[in-house]
């Protein structure tokens, strides 16, 4: 008689941007993650193992590509070739080995200035954005004509542009001066190549051909007749080339799919070769749909229970079919969390943090409901890729804390299986903030008690947070560490 067949084991990587932050006064020097009520949060670090992670090494405020790229397993000192075909690449362009490509923002600019008076024309640019991008897309630049010119949409007020052509050279400044009220920036050669050199040169003429057609565009005077900033530059920068690598899979032995609506998260997994997984609803910003996203990843970790979702393929309309037999390693990027660190809104912070929860609930339930037709055994992973700060509203250096657990421990955790099935799939929306809306310090106190008191299995940690997370037994290890940490896991509880 033979032995019973084992069953597959799978990961879910819940990545939470911009997770960490610092104590606050008006959460009684608290973190917003100290202050949220994210009992499944809590849950994963109680049945789990926890640490603190600096992302790519201590003291370092990184960007998110570079985090990305250390977390998954990547040397980004040795692997990063700016960020321009990451953001080109997850927003549909594809590349070939000697293009170039940009991270670029429609921006507004003085013309007889020549200064950037706001380098995001506007934050809600989803209807004009895309029209704006046909009329740049496939654009000829007079002295170059050799050079074929592509531009898509990607999200809010950014675009990929791609360069196609010979000689081309990555190693370029671009024109974006970082911060408005700023003279727009000519691309300069970073090397004393002739390439480098062209290269800057064909990049300046694109700049002024780009404005030249966006001045003259209808949209842009009905928007000077409403009143609104126009779209008349594109600000070019983190030139880069697509990255050659070992794919994710021949790195990690793990089948790897991803969901993650932000473009330039979704051009880096391309670059791995990892599956960008459709998930309708999941826009990248404060109007995603999370449960959209955890169904993704669920469907796709529980196939061929499931069919899994279609994925995405770069310069192709139609989208493909996903893996039939599934997948081992399901990548959940939330981008939202990040963007209120961005804004400096504490409040907001606090309630996106509980949607997180609330999904990563959802998340649970339906590879719970996969689990137990024994046919899986599914590992649950949280953690951040760096912290934003709300008091100081951008990128800072402080760790992440990370957590990982059985996601049958994760149930006991919870109080066993009756609370975790009947967990509600609606959809939600992510929360809206009231002009003078604060926290309920009533609630606030009475989350803080119901809290997990004493870990349910690992080690002492009982709650996900930044300090609790320093007690862990993983101590702090950098985020080049992370995935052999979650492989190591799997093996242990084989």
């Not at 996903?322 to 990027?333: A, E, I, P, R, V």
């Not at 009947?422 to 310090?441: C, H, M, R, V, Y």
Request: net charge negative; glycine share 10%; charged share 25%.
């Amino acid at each position: 008689m033979g032995s019973p067949k084992q069953p597959r084991r799978r990961v879910a990587l819940v990545l939470i941007d911009g997770l960490g932050d610092v104590s606050l006064p008006r959460f009684g020097y608290k973190t917003p993650l100290q202050t949220a009520n994210v009992p499944n949060l809590d849950a994963i670090a109680s049945a789990g193992v926890n640490g603190l992670m600096d992302p790519v090494e201590v003291g370092l405020a990184c960007g998110s590509d570079t985090a990305h790229l250390s977390l998954l397993g990547y040397d980004p000192r040795v692997y990063y070739k700016g960020r321009g075909a990451f953001e080109s690449m997850g927003a549909g362009l594809a590349m070939s080995p000697g293009d170039i490509a940009f991270k670029s923002n429609f921006a507004t600019f003085d013309e007889k200035t020549g200064i950037v008076t706001s380098r995001r024309a506007d934050r809600h640019f989803e209807e004009e954005g895309p029209i704006l991008c046909a009329a740049l897309d496939r654009m000829k630049l007079p002295s170059y004509p050799e050079y074929e010119v592509r531009v898509r949409y990607a999200t809010e007020h950014r675009c990929g542009v791609v360069v196609k052509g010979p000689r081309l050279s990555g190693n370029i400044s671009g024109t974006d001066p970082l911060k408005d009220n700023r003279l727009l920036l000519q691309a300069e050669a970073l090397d004393d190549t002739d390439e480098a050199k062209h290269t800057a040169a064909v990049v300046n003429e694109l700049s002024r051909e780009i404005s030249r057609i966006l001045v003259s565009h209808p949209l842009n005077a009905k928007r000077a007749a409403e009143g609104k900033n126009i779209a008349n530059v594109v600000l070019l920068r983190g030139c880069g080339i697509r990255i050659e690598v070992p794919s994710f899979e021949k790195k990690h032995g793990l089948w790897p799919c991803m969901v993650a609506p932000t473009k330039i998260i979704a051009g880096l997994g391309l670059s791995l070769d990892i599956d960008i997984l459709e998930a309708p609803g999941a826009t990248g910003d404060y109007r995603t749909l999370l449960t959209s996203k955890a169904t993704a990843i669920a469907k796709a970790l529980s196939a061929p229970l499931q069919s899994s979702p279609n994925v995405f393929v770069p310069g192709e309309d139609e989208h493909k079919p996903g893996k039939s037999d599934g997948y081992d390693f399901g990548f959940l990027h939330i981008k939202a969390i990040d963007d209120a660190g961005h804004d400096k809104a504490s409040l907001f912070k606090v309630k996106a943090l509980e949607a997180v929860d609330q999904a990563l609930g959802q998340l649970a339930k339906l590879l719970w409901q996969a689990e137990s037709t024994e046919k899986f055994q599914y590992f649950l992973c949280v953690t951040g890729d760096h912290s934003t700060p709300v008091e100081y509203g951008d990128h800072s250096f402080e760790p992440v804390p990370f957590a990982i657990c059985r996601l049958k421990d994760f149930v006991g955790a919870m109080g066993g299986e009756p609370i975790v099935v009947a967990t509600s799939l609606q959809p939600f929306p992510l929360p809206i903030n009231k002009a003078g809306e604060d926290l309920d310090e009533d609630k606030m106190e009475k989350d803080r008690i119901s809290k997990q008191l004493k870990s349910f299995s690992g080690d002492s940690v009982c709650e996900f947070s930044e300090i609790a997370a320093a007690r862990g037994c993983l101590g702090r290890f950098p985020g080049g560490e992370m995935m052999g940490v979650i492989k190591a896991f799997l093996k242990l509880n084989a």
